[in-house]
């Protein structure tokens, strides 16, 4: 062999060497970059799947926070619509009241109701407050009358109330007093016929 084969021979390895490392080397490259760019594919799935779920979860909180604001809504509208409609019955049991107050029977209730009052305060000397109007149904005769039957002196205040009807009876010294007009008793019944009315209008109490 001359040198000058050997010389080929020994670059021919060494251009081998070279090339088997080069190759090497890029193989560990690739092999490195598909392991970069599954690790990266993962963690964006993990990334996307996360958001996702965090989305899907403030979608729903959005959605049961409008549907519980709706619902609150829709409730207080509810209860809203039956305290008009209750108010409204009142008010036309207010009329009535006023109407009976009109009536011929309406004198024979007065008297009752203060008979009524004087037998619960049980005192010899009361004082009666009605309204104007109703001063001409307690003329001095009636009053002579009602005191012999309940052995009671009753004295017809000078003052007037303004109220529907009914009265305010009171001892002289003003100790006792009974409410019974028309306005007053309504009042007291409020609540009770606020819960019957409510039924009869919608089948449950407001």
Request: hydrophobic letters at 40%; aromatic letters at 4%.
């Amino acid at each position: 062999m001359t040198v000058k084969d050997g010389l080929a021979a020994i670059a021919k390895d060494v251009v081998g060497d070279v090339q088997k490392e080069a190759e090497t080397i890029i193989l560990a490259a690739e092999s490195e970059a598909k392991a970069t760019l599954k690790s990266a594919k993962e963690q964006a799935d993990k990334n996307y799947r996360e958001k996702i779920g965090q989305a899907k979860l403030k979608a729903e909180a959005e959605k049961r926070k409008i549907a519980s604001v709706t619902e609150v809504e829709m409730r207080n509208r509810l209860l809203e619509i039956k305290e008009n409609l209750v108010d409204a019955a009142f008010e036309k049991a207010l009329v009535q009241l006023k109407n009976f107050a009109e009536t011929d029977n309406y004198c024979d209730y007065l008297l009752k109701i203060i008979q009524n009052a004087a037998e619960r305060i049980g005192q010899k000397n009361l004082i009666i407050q009605v309204n104007a109007k109703d001063k001409d149904c307690l003329t001095s005769d009636v009053l002579k009358h009602l005191s012999k039957k309940l052995h009671c002196e009753f004295k017809l205040s000078e003052k007037t109330g303004d109220y529907i009807g009914g009265c305010i009876i009171q001892t002289n010294d003003g100790k006792i007093i009974f409410d019974v007009t028309l306005d007053n008793r309504l009042q007291e019944l409020k609540p009770v016929l606020r819960v019957e009315m409510a039924k009869i209008l919608f089948g449950e109490s407001v």
